[in-house]
């Protein structure tokens, strides 16, 4: 089993109420040094069998019509995820996304 | 006068918007979301509510429904269509109108009767205004804040294709204080306060508002006589 991930984020120039409210939280948890979140999209497409450039392709397809509105949005990532390094692990390792975007 | 009404999972207006019509004098005609067919209705309302549960944006699900790929096509041809609320990001989303719907800047939703100011009155749905024209009708939204960027804001403004702005408060950020747009030929409207909901005596916005609640049955009557000019032509 294959797995895409696909990030979606706001665009910069767009205002994003739901960052702002979590940059309000942090100091009050006593997280001071972070001067602003902004909130984004993961999506995380499984498939049968390989991730290949045609899957990979159908996903950007699929990332730039239904799961982005460009007018507001950026695509930020469409890559493989390592089948060992899976969003389930939580791995801190910075190598786990094996983003080939 | 048959006027459409869809209905797609989460709609919440769908009957409002089925009444309003008939109380401006048209038929109204149910249309079912999954039914690619628009069963030769002679103008479309997109209601309000949360289709699809606007689990990925609002609107986004909708799009893809089956009775948009005809309804596209029909808003192309110059059937005259209203979005409403829920029913303008579902236009936007479509890609019949330009911008995006996004969260409020306050992050609150917000319910409230709204004062606007009608701008644009040679379109299907707002010729039985007055240019100008101030009128109350409920807002309830929690991703209300138009945007667009400035090259479209400008095109929108030059164009005279504001159809109605914000008056007094701006009540989710929306860019330029815009509370509905059309597209260049005025049949496709999109809009995110309520009229529906201010077509009936008592129903619409409180009386200490200054109006009669009934502000928003010219956007209902508009498409009757739009529809009545196009036959009579």
Known sequence: MGRVVVDVMLKPEILDPQGQAVAGALPRLGFTGFTSVRQGKR??????????????????????????????EDVVRVAAADEHHSADHHDDDPDASGAVA | MRIGVVT??????????????RLAGAESVSLWHGDADLHGVD???????????????????????????????AARGGLPVLGICNGFQVLCE??????????NDHRKFVCRDQALAIERVDTAWTSAYQ???????????????????????????????????????????????????????????????????????GYGPD?????????GLGFFTSAVATLEGLVRA
């Open chain 2, 94 to 103: 479509a890609h019949l109108l330009p911008g995006a719907l996004v969260r």
């Open chain 1, 43 to 72: 999506f995380e497409l499984e498939v049968d069998g390989e991730v290949t450039p045609e899957v990979l392709a159908a996903a950007r397809e699929a990332a730039a019509t239904l799961l982005s509105n460009p007018v507001i």
């Open chain 2, 131 to 201: 240019r100008g024209q101030q009128i109350v009708v409920p807002l309830k939204n929690g991703e209300g804040g138009f945007v667009a960027d400035d090259r479209t804001l400008d095109e929108l403004e030059g164009e005279g294709r504001v159809v109605a702005r914000y008056l007094g408060d701006n009540p989710n950020g929306s860019y330029r204080a815009i509370a509905g747009i059309s597209n260049a030929a005025g049949n496709v409207v999109g809009l995110m306060p309520h009229p529906e909901h201010a077509t009936e005596p």
């Open chain 2, 207 to 215: 009386p200490r508002s200054g109006t009669a609640g009934l502000d």
């Open chain 2, 8 to 21: 797609f999972p989460g709609s919440l207006d769908d009957k409002d918007a089925a009444r309003a019509a």
């Open chain 2, 43 to 73: 103008a479309i309302v997109i209601p309000g509510g949360f289709s699809y549960g606007d689990y990925l944006r609002c609107g986004a699900i909708a799009r893809f429904a089956p009775v948009m790929e005809p309804l596209v096509d």
